[in-house]
């Protein structure tokens, strides 16, 4: 203890030595001292606590990254890259103090190529804001994890969603990324303004530092493929008897070669909350959220194969949200299924948690993590990206009673490690954090949490680049 203490007390003093410079670097009004502003930035939207940065810095461009990085290299400070904050894994906590580097300044758009279906964006830039900015090019950006986060952010925790069954995750929509590593040093990762469709050259760095989670280095820009916006769209809902109906509706679906866009679960838990938080009035219980993308002609094969599968499956006939105003409630009601679950519990939070199985384990999976809560009396509604095999168990815990998040934490283990036991990972898209370092290591095993952890070693010797997470050192 007292060793940590002293070093601390060394740490502490080195960033009062480098404060200086980083005021000549990015201007005295872009370095933070300031309680509130470094309490905002130690932490997410997890129920991991509040662990906020010594400083907190606001660079404006690369070439700020790159020099504040080199002070903080050179006095052997840790550094935390910030985007958003709506992370759900402890991501952004200071576990060691040091500097964060908030890049919400760096927020240009930049080179978009709408013949070439491609666009660079800064770390600033969220999902909404380059949409909002694509709205007359007929081009869109898919990957929608529900929250407003940074671009840049979502690739660095390989996020995805609502889309991804039929548009892919982070991971197949980032061709290129522009990453100042601990030193200082700026490296693009497919070369300098490279944006091929694909490419068999070298290694695969660009996915290496996907969902790296600012622990080998600061993504300061991403070249993203586009798409374009489908002429026409179509939502509906269909209720089932049971989970396994869902399911196996769902795998017949995608079976069949429909390029479904959309296809969630919501248990019945889940649609009775959805229900009272979003004013709906759908059936309580398991049910599936669809939406198709397409012409007009290609959506009536899509929809009518689609709604056959479900009948034969004794899904409900479908409730329709065919115009813009109609969907966009449906898919609202569907984001907000976190403030639904937290309204079951007023005062409580809400923690998601984020498994994902082979598609023919879904079903048993569900049914033994609903009796699992119903044993451990926990408040936990079910909603899920089903057709990736990913699912979210949305917890909803009173912070103040350390016996219920315990048993939480306890459930949590439980789940992953079903999943685990079912060839599945502990965490589809929210990523490792803090939260899941031992399951990381069951999961991959020993040799390749070596190599990744000579990868760490090589990239970032000191272990400056947001210490502490995703790899366990023994240094908490």
């Known amino acids: 203890m007292m060793d940590c203490t002293c070093g601390r007390r060394a740490q502490k003093a080195a960033v009062d030595k480098v404060l200086s410079a980083f005021r000549t670097i990015c201007g005295k009004d872009n370095v933070s001292l300031g309680e509130a502003i470094r309490e905002q930035h130690g932490k997410d939207e997890s129920v991991h606590r509040c662990r906020p940065p010594d400083v907190v810095v606001f660079p404006r461009c690369v070439e700020e990254v790159s020099a504040l990085a080199k002070v903080c290299h050179d006095h052997n ?5 910030f985007g958003t904050g709506t992370g759900l894994e402890g991501g952004v906590g200071a576990v060691k103090g040091g500097v964060c580097f908030s890049l919400r300044n760096m927020d240009q758009i930049l080179d978009l190529h709408p013949e070439d279906f491609d666009v660079t964006v800064e770390p600033g830039v969220t999902r909404k804001a380059l949409n909002a900015y694509l709205r007359d090019t007929g081009l869109w950006f898919p990957v929608d994890p529900g929250a407003d986060a940074s671009l840049c952010g979502m690739a660095a925790t390989s996020a995805s969603g609502t889309n991804a069954v039929r548009y892919g995750t982070m991971r197949e929509n980032v061709m290129n990324l522009e990453v100042v590593l601990s030193n200082g040093t700026v490296i693009h990762t497919a070369g300098k303004g490279r944006r091929p469709r694909k490419t068999s050259a070298g290694y695969n760095l660009t996915n290496l530092f996907v969902g790296s989670e600012g622990t080998l280095g600061i993504i300061t820009k991403t070249t993203l493929r586009l798409y374009g916006v489908p002429e026409a769209m179509v939502s509906a809902v269909c209720s089932f008897p049971s989970v396994q109906a869902a399911v196996d509706s769902t795998v017949q679906i995608l079976q069949t070669g429909v390029p479904i866009a959309r296809i969630e679960f919501l248990d019945d838990v889940m649609i009775d909350a959805c229900n009272k938080f979003s004013s709906l009035s759908y059936p309580v219980t398991p049910t599936l959220f669809l939406e198709f993308h397409g012409s007009e002609r290609s959506l009536e094969e899509q929809v009518s194969t689609a709604e056959e599968i479900t009948q034969s499956n004794e ?21 907000d299924a976190w403030y639904a679950a ?15 199985v082979p598609l023919s384990q879904l079903p048993q999976i569900i049914v033994e993590t609903k009796k699992d809560l119903l044993e451990s009396r926990l408040t936990g509604p079910i909603a899920g990206h089903v057709g990736d095999g990913n699912f979210h168990c949305l917890m909803v815990v009173d912070p103040n009673d350390p016996d219920e998040l315990h048993q939480v934490h306890l459930f949590t283990e439980r789940l992953a490690r079903r999943a685990l036991a079912m060839d599945g990972t502990c965490t589809g898209e929210h990523g490792v954090g803090l939260g899941k370092r031992a399951l990381l290591c069951e999961e991959v095993g020993p040799l390749a949490i070596q190599v990744m952890q000579g990868l760490k070693d090589s990239l970032d010797p000191r272990n400056l680049m947001n210490p502490g997470k995703i790899l366990q050192r023994g240094e908490l």
Do not use: M
């Open 342 to 356: 937290q309204a079951l519990r007023p005062g409580c939070k809400a923690y998601s948690t984020d498994v994902c």
């Open 77 to 81: 400070l840790p550094i935390i890259p």
């Open 315 to 335: 899904g409900s006939d479908f409730q329709w949200a065919r115009d813009a105003e109609t969907r966009n409630r449906l898919w609202k009601a569907r984001h």
